[in-house]
C-alpha cells in the first residue's frame, strides 16, 4: 500500500505547466515584429517602398538590398514590410465583422429559439452553400476593388462560422441554473444576454476568431493575387507575389519572400489561437 493511499490527507504536489513552450516564444516575437511593421514602417523598413531607386531592377538580395528589388528597383524588403499594414488591417476588419455579425446571429437564434433560430440557420446555410472565395468575389464585384472592399467581403463570408460556435456555445449555458435564477429573479432578455450567457460562451468564440486570423490574411492575400484586392502601386503581400510570379523562373525571390511573410503570420496567429484558448478555456 503506497503513501498516498494509507494517508489521504497527502498530496502529490502537481506538476506545474510552464506558460509557454518552445513554439510560442518565436510566434510572439514575430508577432512584436509585425506589430512594428505596421506602428514604425519607417524604422523597419530601410527605403520608400513606392520608390524606384538606382540599384539595378532585379536584383538578388545583397547588403543594400536584403530581399533583392523588383522589376521597378523598388527595393522588396521596404514593399514586404509597407504590405504588412494592408494584409493585417484587412484582416482585422474580415474577423471583427465576422466576429460582431456571427456572435450577434449566434446568440439570438440560441436564446430566441424557433422562429428566430430557424431563420438565422437559413442565413447561415445560405452563406455556407457559396464557396467562400466565389462569395467574396461576388461581393467586391458589387463594392468595387480595394483593400477594404476585399475585408468586407471576407468579413460577411466567415459570418456563418462564428454564428454555428455561437450558437452552439449558448445552447450550452442557456439552460443552466444561475441563468434561470437570474430569469426568475426578474432579469429582462438584454441583461440575460449581456451579464450571463454572453460572458459564460465568449471563449470558444474568441479563440476561434484568432484561428480566423490566419484564414482571414490566406483570403486577402488570394483576393489581392486575383486583382481584387490592393491595387498597384500600393504594396501587399499577395499583389507583390502576384507581381513576382512573371519572374519566378529567374528571380523566385520575388515570390518567396512574400509567401514567407503568409506563411508565418498564419502559422504566428495560429499559435496565438492556441495559447488564447489555454487561457481562457
Known amino acids: 500500500m503506497t503513501a498516498t493511499t494509507a494517508n489521504p ?71 514586404v514590410v509597407a504590405g504588412t499594414a494592408a494584409t493585417i488591417s484587412g484582416s482585422f476588419i474580415a474577423v471583427l465583422i465576422g466576429l460582431v455579425a456571427g456572435t450577434a446571429l449566434g446568440l439570438l437564434a440560441a436564446y430566441f429559439g424557433r422562429a428566430v433560430d430557424s431563420v438565422a440557420g437559413r442565413i447561415v446555410d445560405v452563406l455556407l452553400s457559396i464557396p467562400t472565395l466565389l462569395l467574396s468575389i461576388t461581393i467586391i464585384v458589387a463594392l468595387g476593388f480595394g483593400t477594404v472592399n476585399a475585408a468586407v467581403a471576407v468579413g460577411v463570408s466567415s459570418v456563418a462560422v462564428f454564428a454555428r460556435l455561437a450558437r452552439s456555445e449558448v445552447l450550452a449555458v442557456r439552460h443552466l441554473p444561475f441563468v434561470e435564477a437570474a430569469e426568475h429573479m426578474g432579469a429582462g432578455h438584454l441583461r440575460l444576454l449581456l451579464r450571463h450567457i454572453l460572458p459564460n460562451s465568449y471563449s470558444a468564440v474568441l479563440s476561434l476568431a484568432a484561428l480566423q486570423f490566419g484564414t482571414a490574411i490566406l483570403a486577402i492575400a488570394s483576393l489581392s493575387f486575383l486583382g481584387y484586392g490592393a491595387q498597384p502601386p500600393q504594396p501587399e503581400w499577395g499583389l507583390l507575389i502576384s507581381e513576382g510570379r512573371n519572374y519566378i523562373n529567374s528571380h523566385p525571390t520575388l515570390v518567396l519572400f512574400p509567401s514567407l511573410a503568409i506563411v508565418l503570420a498564419v502559422m504566428t496567429f495560429s499559435r496565438l489561437a492556441h495559447l488564447i484558448r489555454k487561457k481562457v478555456g
Open 9 to 79: 490527507d497527502i498530496r502529490v504536489p502537481r506538476r506545474r505547466e510552464l506558460p509557454l513552450n518552445v513554439w510560442d516564444v518565436p510566434a510572439l516575437a514575430f508577432l512584436v515584429l509585425i506589430t512594428a511593421m505596421i506602428l514604425i514602417p519607417g524604422v523597419v523598413a530601410p527605403y520608400d517602398p513606392l520608390a524606384e531607386n538606382l540599384a539595378p531592377p532585379l536584383s538578388g538580395p545583397s547588403v543594400a538590398h536584403p530581399f533583392g528589388t523588383d522589376h521597378l528597383g523598388r527595393d522588396l524588403l521596404s514593399r
